[in-house]
């Protein structure tokens, strides 16, 4: 599947890691962030995120430039983004990323941490028209991110 820039092969591998094989995080501990890995060969990129996400997820209907995973996980792809860094080498200050979400929906308040820890495997190519990335940069986004005290917030992640 083909948006903007890059083919995705499908399918998009999603694994559940069982809480045996996962971290242990500290209740007090803040949501981690996604992690992640390419693996560049063949003029192919293999990635795998990392993600924790919560235990109970609703159906999403549509996500805009997005492969569904399942029925209740999205992999969103945002084009090219500068992202300031303090690398001393980076030209103007900046690392040319590649930016994907995993895109989900939890009806439940926010719960400190996410308790579930997934791994989204896939792979994918530059098209030829496409510019070369230096790194990827990988957020995730709940769609109904209702928190205890009932208010709604955005977090950039």
């Avoid at 694994?15 to 007090?28: N, R």
């Avoid at 896939?122 to 070369?132: K, L």
């Avoid at 990827?136 to 977090?155: A, K, M, W, Y």
């Amino acid at each position: 599947m083909q948006i903007g820039g890059i083919i995705i092969d499908i399918p998009i591998l999603l694994e559940k890691l069982t809480p045996s094989t996962s971290p242990i995080i500290e209740p007090e501990t803040s949501i981690p962030e996604p992690a992640t890995n390419v693996i560049e060969k063949d003029d192919k990129n293999y990635v795998n995120i990392f993600a924790y996400l919560p235990n109970h997820l609703v159906e999403v209907e549509q996500v805009e430039s997005a492969i569904e995973i399942t029925k209740d996980i999205w992999l969103q792809f945002n084009g090219l983004v500068n992202i300031p860094t303090p690398i001393p080498n980076a030209p103007s200050g900046t690392v040319l990323c590649r930016a994907f979400k995993v895109v989900f929906n939890s009806d439940v308040p926010d719960p400190q941490p996410y308790p579930d820890l997934y791994r989204i495997s896939f792979s994918y190519a530059v098209t030829a028209d496409s510019v070369n990335a230096e790194a990827l940069f990988v957020q995730t986004e709940n769609l109904d991110p209702e928190t205890s005290r009932g208010t709604v917030t955005t977090i950039r992640r």
